[in-house]
T-cell receptor, first 113, second 112 residues
Framework: KAGVTQTPRYLIKTRGQQVTLSCSPI?????VSWYQQTPGQGLQFLFE???????NKGNFPGRFSGRQFSNSRSEMNVSTLELGDSALYLC????????????FGQGTRLTVV | DAKTTQPPSMDCAEGRAANLPCNHS???????VYWYRQIHSQGPQYIIH???NNETNEMASLIITEDRKSSTLILPHATLRDTAVYYC?????????????FGQGTTLQVKP
């Protein structure tokens, strides 16, 4: 079956711009979570969406937002980009069940210049 | 903050067993231990998880101490392709949750 698809894979933006990243989860999965990975901070949880509702949120400024559509696809948006937003953004598709399992996409590499 | 502590790096000879330790002394009774690994610049990959019994799958074995305060991931015959960052995570048994709190992990270097 198809895995988690993140688009685009690479992106270069200028400070002050905004960016939208997309994630298509595995078919049948209703939960999607987003992570930011930087060399200094490691993997940090951004937010999680389940059935179009934000269920959990990490400790990030309001410039970071997301949403989920009825087909479970999710987008995250970062407004007023800063140099420090340069990172690998990872999306995880969560399999429901007694012991949930996360399947990660390959990520979107965002570079802010 | 992460609820686990791992050594920052380890080496292992190819073909030998790799034993990666993890301390989770504050683990709660309703929390599982999960292991993921991340090969350079790829998304993390699920390896194994357990509650209190030892577990084994095609990738690895997980040994959890009786008091559940620590665990060891065992890769029985490490190969060069097992070189990666290994993350030990505790997460609650609460149905559906995608919130994983990653620590710094252990960088495993498998050497020929």
């Amino acid at each position: 079956k198809a895995g988690v698809t993140q688009t685009p894979r690479y992106l270069i933006k200028t400070r002050g711009q905004q960016v939208t990243l997309s994630c298509s989860p595995i078919s049948g999965h209703r939960s999607v979570s987003w992570y930011q990975q930087t060399p200094g901070q490691g993997l940090q949880f951004l937010f999680e969406y389940f059935s179009e509702t934000q269920r959990n949120k990490g400790n990030f400024p309001g410039r970071f937002s997301g949403r989920q559509f009825s087909n479970s696809r999710s987008e995250m948006n970062v407004s007023t980009l800063e140099l420090g937003d340069s990172a690998l953004y990872l999306c995880a598709s969560i399999r429901d069940g007694e012991t949930p399992e996360a399947f990660f996409g390959q990520g979107t590499r965002l570079t802010v210049v | 903050d992460a609820k686990t502590t791992q050594p920052p790096s380890m080496d292992c000879a190819e073909g030998r067993a790799a034993n990666l330790p993890c301390n989770h002394s504050t683990i709660s009774g309703n929390e599982y231990v999960y292991w993921y690994r991340q090969i350079h610049s790829q998304g993390p990959q699920y390896i194994i998880h357990g509650l209190k019994n030892n577990e084994t799958n095609e990738m690895a074995s997980l040994i959890i101490t009786e008091d559940r305060k620590s665990s060891t991931l065992i890769l029985p015959h490490a190969t060069l392709r097992d070189t990666a960052v290994y993350y030990c995570i505790v997460r609650p048994y609460s149905g559906n949750t995608g919130k994983l709190i990653f620590g710094q992990g252990t960088t495993l270097q498998v050497k020929p």
